[in-house]
């Protein structure tokens, strides 16, 4: 089920709040055919478990469960996209035991969809956050986010903390698979969006060093640019781009239409790797202005961003 951006904050008991935690989306689960394995399932169908190791014990908690939530890295205080760069792509399983353990990841657990074999998503969300609560999901690794009733209230609260913004919920509404939903609303502080990364350049001086990737965001003809960015791309997460968007390399731009001055020297990827960006505004050419890198989206494919409309 996904959000859909809302333009003013619900009131009144028919919904709730909670933080909008900045991490990766995923469903956890735990098969009753499969018990001993816990499944990270991403929102592109790729399985994020040998990943994050410190989510194995869930086969305790349940034999068969299905839970939405989202992956964060809480060691800096203020969870963010970048923090878990370091984590996402791991397949080895020492080197992911080593990352588990230098910087620990939690699951927030806001909605249970399966439970010993019953599909819980044709109730109520208040029902299924009253069998969320029961299940007891309260361990350093997974835990259950708090609701709140006052969303102007969280809304600014976050703001004054640094957090990304709040989700709004009707009590009432049922989960509503892979479909983008009205009763789920989201309020970011600051516009965020995903964008498909569709070339790169390298540092001025450096034919190896990336600085900056080209954006685009899907439409019904075809990947518009939005702009290129360079902040925030720099060691770890340079480096990590580099290995991603290498392979991916092809000899024409898959953009609509770029400036020159952008393409001279771009090296041209298939535009399958989807980011997300921070900016300012977008401006009337449809350039996103004062953008800012933030991480790398294994969660979001293209198709899901000309859903979302960027």
């Known amino acids: 089920m996904l959000a859909t951006r809302g333009d003013q904050v619900p009131t009144g008991p028919g919904w709730v709040h909670e933080i909008k935690w900045d991490?990766?989306?995923?469903?956890?689960?735990?098969?009753?055919?499969?018990?001993?394995v816990v499944h990270v399932w991403s929102r592109s169908g790729r399985d994020l478990g040998p990943a994050f190791p410190e989510l194995r014990d869930l086969v305790a908690v349940a034999g068969d469960l299905l839970l939405d939530g989202e992956i964060v890295a809480l060691g800096a205080g203020?969870?963010?996209?970048?923090?878990?760069?370091d984590r996402i792509h791991v397949t080895d399983a020492r080197k992911a035991a080593?990352?588990?353990?230098?910087?620990?990841?939690?699951l927030l657990a806001f909605d249970l969809l399966r439970l010993d074999g019953r599909?819980?998503?044709?109730?109520?969300?208040?029902?299924?956050?009253e069998l969320l609560e029961a299940i007891g999901l309260d361990d350093v690794s997974w835990q259950v986010p708090a609701t709140?009733?006052?969303?102007?209230?969280?809304?600014?609260?976050?703001?004054?903390?640094?957090?990304?913004?709040?989700?709004?919920?009707?009590?009432?509404?049922?989960?509503?698979?892979g479909r983008r939903s009205r009763d789920w609303l989201k309020f970011p502080i600051r516009p965020t969006g995903s964008f498909v990364v569709g070339g790169y350049?390298?540092?001025?001086?450096?034919?190896?060093?990336?600085?900056?990737?080209?954006?685009?965001?899907?439409?019904?003809?075809?990947?518009?640019?939005?702009?290129r960015v360079g902040s925030g791309i720099a060691g770890r997460a340079a480096q990590m781009l580099t290995e991603l968007l290498v392979p991916l390399a092809r000899a024409t731009s898959p953009f609509l239409d770029v400036p020159r001055p952008d393409a001279v020297g771009t090296v041209w990827v298939e535009p399958e790797l989807v980011v997300d960006v921070a900016y300012l505004q977008v401006t009337d050419e449809g350039r996103l202005r004062q953008p800012a890198y933030r991480?790398?989206?294994?969660?979001?494919?293209?198709?899901d961003l000309r859903a979302d409309g960027g």
């Open 23 to 36: 991490g990766i989306r995923a469903l956890v689960e735990v098969s009753s055919t499969d018990a001993a």
């Open 78 to 85: 203020v969870p963010t996209l970048g923090g878990l760069a």
């Open 201 to 227: 350049r390298h540092e001025v001086g450096s034919d190896h060093r990336l600085g900056a990737v080209l954006l685009g965001q899907p439409t019904a003809e075809g990947l518009a640019y939005r702009g």
């Open 148 to 177: 709140y009733d006052d969303g102007p209230a969280l809304l600014a609260a976050a703001e004054q903390q640094g957090l990304e913004g709040i989700m709004s919920k009707r009590v009432s509404a049922r989960y509503a698979w």
């Open 119 to 129: 599909d819980l998503s044709a109730l109520p969300w208040s029902r299924r956050r």
């Open 98 to 106: 080593r990352l588990a353990a230098a910087n620990p990841v939690t």
């Open 295 to 303: 991480g790398v989206r294994p969660d979001q494919t293209p198709d």
